[in-house]
């Protein structure tokens, strides 16, 4: 079976494409009060903006425990993850294909459990109202989750939390998108698959509207992958086109973990601190923030605090293999609009601007890079598919309620 990822879509790109970065209006009418937390509220502490590293992985990957994945089993997926250099990966397969028995499939398989990376415990929520990711750090009681799968959002939103997991929306703007409140979710698939262009545009859009209406949902990438490369010996299946198209990694998510385990991964995910880019060897974009003009960055990506009504200064840092030849624009969002454009020229890996929150509305910024794509030469055609998309931030919030 051909996955989400399918062939016209292929057929239809080329490296000549460029596509645009999405836009969820331009903002100008602004009908709703963007009110600020109740009165007294206490912000959490920012965590430290050093004491930690980034890793790169794929959040959404299918193995040959679900059935429309071919050529894929999980020892080729960390292998080919491996050499590109991701550090974890959630092996997410369908839940429906094995009747939610997951713990009996994918997590049992001798290469999930002795993998060298860092393995999240994921699979695929497969419903009549759409998909979605659940992630956690151990072992956890997938079969119920199936299993309550047709019931109330009420019901299923205290069983996550029994669970103990991160819900995660997947594809939210395709045919199979996430149907359930997003009140139950920690994160949405914004950027799934290489392709950029069309229901990840959407996907933005629809994010956007979420951290407008005060939802602080972590953003993150998945290339959505099923089917792997044809190894020797083994016959090309009539997907395995789609190999050096969209495969683990296209794109990547990026997450800046306190240690090196699937705990940090996940609370990572929780707290925002994370970017995606297009695949491990493009740029990966950091957003940082100085509240007091002192030149020490105070926030990050994902952080959020009370707003003094005084201007804040405001960096973008790009990390990585840099163009030498061509500019990056840095596309600066807030409350779903362009507040500016920028660029960071050759030669050049970081860009600042100064704007004023305001004390009494809350607020949020955040950035997409486009620019010249980085080769990836271990699935050479998703670089056409992803146009001049580079990267894109997690947002830093202001006066977001922090019990909402």
Known sequence: MVSRFFCARILCCSAAVVLAACSSGDGTNNDFANEGPPTGSIYPPIESLTEGQWLAGDLHVHSEHSNDST?????????????VGLQYLAISDHDNHVAGDVASHTWADSDFKNSPLIML???????????????????????????????????????????????????????????????????MEVWGSAIWADDNKRAVAI??????????????????????????????????????????????????ATEWSAQSVIHALDNGRASVSSNPYAPRVVFYADLDADGEQDMMMGDNTGASGE??????????????????????????????ELSIP???????????????????YRVEITGQQTDFPEVPISTALSGNMIALSNPIYFNFDPAF
């Open 71 to 83: 050529l894929n089993p999980i020892a080729k997926i960390t292998a080919l993850a491996g050499e």
């Open 121 to 187: 415990h994921s699979a695929e929520w497969t419903t009549h109202r759409g998909h979605g990711n659940p992630f956690s750090a151990v072992p956890y009681d997938h079969q119920r989750l199936y299993d309550a799968r047709d019931n109330y959002d009420v019901e299923i939103g205290a069983l996550v939390k029994e669970l103990g997991v991160h819900l995660s929306a997947n594809h939210p703007a395709a045919s199979d998108h996430f149907g359930f409140s997003y009140d139950m979710v920690d994160s």
């Open 207 to 256: 994010w956007d509207d979420m951290l407008k209406s005060g939802r602080a949902i972590t953003a993150r990438g998945g290339s959505d992958s099923h089917h792997g490369y044809p190894g020797e010996g083994e016959t090309p299946s009539s997907s395995s086109y789609q190999a050096p198209a969209n495969n683990v990694g296209t794109p990547t998510t990026w997450v800046f």
């Open 311 to 340: 201007p804040v200064n405001f960096r973008v840092d790009l990390v990585g293999t840099l163009s030498d030849s061509t500019p990056y624009t840095v596309k600066v969002i807030t409350d779903g609009y362009t507040l500016m």
């Open 346 to 364: 050759p030669g050049q890996s970081s860009v600042s601007f100064t704007d004023t929150p305001p004390a009494d509305q809350r607020k949020y």
